[in-house]
């Protein structure tokens, strides 16, 4: 069942997908019609999910529920990461590759492989002031406060250093 974001308590478990590339215009509504399709009816052995989710920089899919008094089975946990692996076939997108980097240049929200975002940090393609997104947060709490970090907060910060 789908309720408003807010509504998910601080220390609810969220999910972050990048995209390898930003969403097209014309897509966004057939992925939230999908995205909220799939939350609708995703249940943990017949007990409902009270879940929710954000779209943010046409880039970023977040997913977050309501675990506190019921946490999630593994059945559940796989039901996500198969419409997640559906969403990359009908998108020709990649969302499930925490590693690589998504970083802010100005105000566009980039996605780079690693081995690219280590070379940029020797050319210094980017600086000590650069923010990038730690997607492998897994709190509504971290999402707030964590998310958007300079990357000197980061595990990439030491390769600047």
Same mark, same amino acid.
């Given at each position: 069942m789908i309720i408003d974001f807010k509504k998910i308590p601080k220390q609810g478990k969220v999910w972050v997908f990048p995209s390898s590339r930003k969403f097209y215009s014309q897509e966004i509504a057939v992925l939230k019609e999908r995205i909220e399709d799939f939350l609708t009816d995703w249940d943990d052995q017949e007990n409902s999910i009270n879940s929710s989710y954000l779209l943010k920089y046409d880039r970023f899919i977040i997913i977050a529920v309501d675990d506190i008094t019921h946490s999630l089975s593994l059945q559940a946990h796989d039901l996500l990461i198969a419409f997640i692996q559906e969403?990359?076939? +009908? *998108?020709? +997108?990649?969302? $499930? /590759?925490? +590693?690589?980097?998504? &970083?802010? !240049?100005?105000? *566009?929200? !980039? &996605?780079?492989?690693?081995? /690219?975002? =280590? =070379? $940029? +940090? =020797?050319?210094k393609g980017?600086? !000590? =002031?650069?923010?990038?997104f730690n997607n492998i947060i897994s709190t509504k709490s971290e999402l707030n406060q964590n998310w958007e970090i300079n990357i000197m907060d980061s595990w990439l910060g030491h390769f600047l250093k």
């Open positions: 969403l990359e076939k +009908i *998108f020709e +997108i990649v969302l $499930m /590759d925490k +590693i690589n980097v998504c &970083y802010k !240049q100005g105000e *566009f929200v !980039q &996605y780079k492989d690693i081995k /690219d975002f =280590k =070379k $940029m +940090i =020797k050319t980017v600086s !000590q =002031k650069t923010i990038v």
